[in-house]
């Protein structure tokens, strides 16, 4: 593969930055669509009929379709074009959303969710590579990619809160209605602000690469909801093995592909393979602690969703201020020791919530994650910094969607560990009253934090008092446990980020290779692949 030189850095224009602008909308909307249904479920279900299964589908094929296509949506941007795929993508995203917001049955709203998913696909991958190629100049494109992994932070805390308030006054179908008006602004200028960038020489799409990836992705991510959700079952086991076994088939097919659907060299780049391990503990870290922070809002300290939502807000503001913050750092300094630091402070973080009392309750919760998310908040940002420039400029939607999948796949994995250890110790600490010690509604209690307040609802007033007052001490115990375990593990992952990444110079003094910041190691440096030019399907 020949080098790709870079020439003059030049300095962003108005047109740039105004198309900055314009991708932070829709790869906020995807992260809002996510999560903004969480409140809206009570209503559409009553709406609509939706049974217990339906619900589960509602609410989770968005996520199990966009992280299954990012890896294929990624890569035909590089082939057709990121700003045709992105229009593409949007038109279709403002189209579904406008018919899920009038959805009548259950299955017609469960489709447009999976549809919606698919088009969301499209978004982050197409955004990430066109930022890369818009900015030239290495200190602009951090700025760049700050706001952009700040429009992402802001779509996850904003989905409830957005969904919240627009319950507040509308009907369920109007949490959708966000998306037609905001596709249509990146419909409308995406020619004028967006340049196109594509692999002149790409070839066509390899269609059972792409099963292959669907095959791999999807039983993993399932298998660690259903890890989360029920535990060591044989369904999870049996799929997350299968998941596995379909990703080796994919990495091996990869390797023998003239044109592959992802460039797996890339991973023979230690600053690229060491960025997309970090970005995958770390959110797996930050994503199981964080699955409790709404959890305790809720149950130990009582408040509505919607007041859970805006206090979640405080630690979001925290991960947006270190966002900003660590890019003028990680100019200067090596994004080991950023990413690094961030870890200990994170770590810092989650030993004040590992000292987390009932009676302590918002005050201290707020500030222990707050200092945790301002701890992981140069971690986005700078993976994104690594990772995609390091590819050939013709593969960066491929790399982007690396990234990404790293990302989600990180989440999963964190929410179905911290959540198997937190259920442990929660029934563990669980005392149940003896008037319902060994009935069905104790059983229930004893399981769950939510099952026990559940279950207080039917009980005489002191034997329910008893109950929720037991529930809300063992579910904080859980807390106190999943904090002092992700300490150690950022602790662990600081020593990492040094290990990994001690080579990869400041930002600013990248350049060359094949983006606008390459780490020193690039795919130049790797052997070629195997080419016995095996033809696509």
């Known amino acids: 593969m020949a080098t790709h030189t870079q020439g003059p850095e030049v300095k962003a224009t108005r047109r740039e930055w105004l198309g900055l602008a314009v991708l932070g909308f829709p790869s906020m909307l995807g992260m809002i669509d996510i999560s903004v249904l969480f409140l809206a479920l009570p209503n559409l279900t009553a709406d609509l009929d939706a049974s217990a299964s339906q619900q589960l589908w509602i609410g989770d094929i968005y996520g199990f379709l966009s992280a299954g296509f990012l890896v294929t949506m990624g890569t035909l941007g590089d082939r057709i074009g990121r700003r045709k795929l992105l229009v593409i993508g949007a038109t279709a995203f403002g189209l579904v959303s406008a018919v899920a917001a009038f959805a009548t049955t259950p299955e017609m709203l469960i489709v447009c969710r999976a549809l919606l998913g698919i088009a969301g696909a499209t978004l982050i991958p197409s955004t990430l590579a066109l930022i890369t190629q818009m900015f030239k100049n290495p200190k602009e494109m951090g700025i760049a990619i700050a706001v952009w992994a700040s429009a992402l932070t802001l779509g996850v805390a ?10 507040q006054w509308f009907w369920w179908g109007s949490v959708f209605l966000i998306g037609p008006p905001v596709m249509l ?15 002149p020489n790409a070839g066509r799409l390899d269609l059972f690469s792409v099963a292959l990836s669907l095959l791999a992705i999807l039983p993993v991510i399932y298998a660690f909801k259903e890890l989360a959700a029920h535990g060591w079952t044989a369904i999870a086991v049996v799929t997350l093995v299968g998941g596995l076994l379909f990703g080796t088939l994919f990495v091996q097919r990869q390797r023998k592909l003239a044109d592959p659907l992802l460039d797996v060299r890339l991973f023979k780049i230690k600053a690229v393979s060491g960025a997309l391990v970090l970005a995958l503990l770390i959110g797996a870290v930050q994503g199981g602690a964080g699955f409790f922070l709404a959890q305790f809002l809720q149950v130990v300290e009582g408040r509505s969703p919607l007041s859970s939502g805006l206090w979640i807000l405080v630690p979001t503001f925290a991960l947006l201020i270190g966002i900003g913050m660590s890019q003028g750092i990680a100019q200067k300094v090596r994004p080991a020791y950023v990413v690094a630091g961030g870890a200990v402070i994170a770590a810092i973080g989650m030993t004040v919530l590992s000292q987390l009392t009932v009676a302590a309750g918002l005050a201290m919760l707020i500030v222990g994650f707050s200092i945790v998310f301002f701890g992981v908040s140069p971690v986005g940002p700078v993976v994104s910094q690594l990772v995609v420039p390091a590819a050939p400029p013709e593969k960066a939607g491929s790399a982007s969607s690396l990234q990404t999948t790293s990302g989600d796949l990180g989440v999963a994995v964190g929410i179905a560990t911290m959540g198997s250890i937190g259920a ?4 563990r ?21 939510d099952g026990a307040l559940f279950v207080a609802q039917s009980l005489p007033g002191a034997v329910g008092d008893a109950l929720v007052a037991a529930a809300r001490t063992a579910f904080t115990t859980e807390l106190n446990t999943v904090a002092a375990v992700c300490g150690v593990v950022f602790l662990g992952l600081a020593v990492l980020s040094v290990a990994t990444l001690r080579g990869v110079p ?27 030019k095996v033809q696509p399907v």
Do not use: C, N, W
């Open 424 to 427: 442990a110790v929660y029934s």
């Open 506 to 532: 400041p930002m600013a003094g990248q350049g060359g290779g094949h983006g606008h910041g390459a780490p020193a190691d690039t795919v130049e440096d790797t052997p070629a692949p195997d080419t016995e």
């Open 158 to 167: 904003l989905g409830p809160v957005v969904g919240g308030v627009l319950l």
């Open 429 to 449: 600490e669980m005392v149940v009253p003896p008037e319902i010690a060994g009935t069905p509604a104790g059983d229930a209690a004893a399981e769950t934090a």
């Open 185 to 199: 602004l990146v419909v409308a200028t995406a020619r004028v602000l967006l340049p196109e960038f594509k692999d």
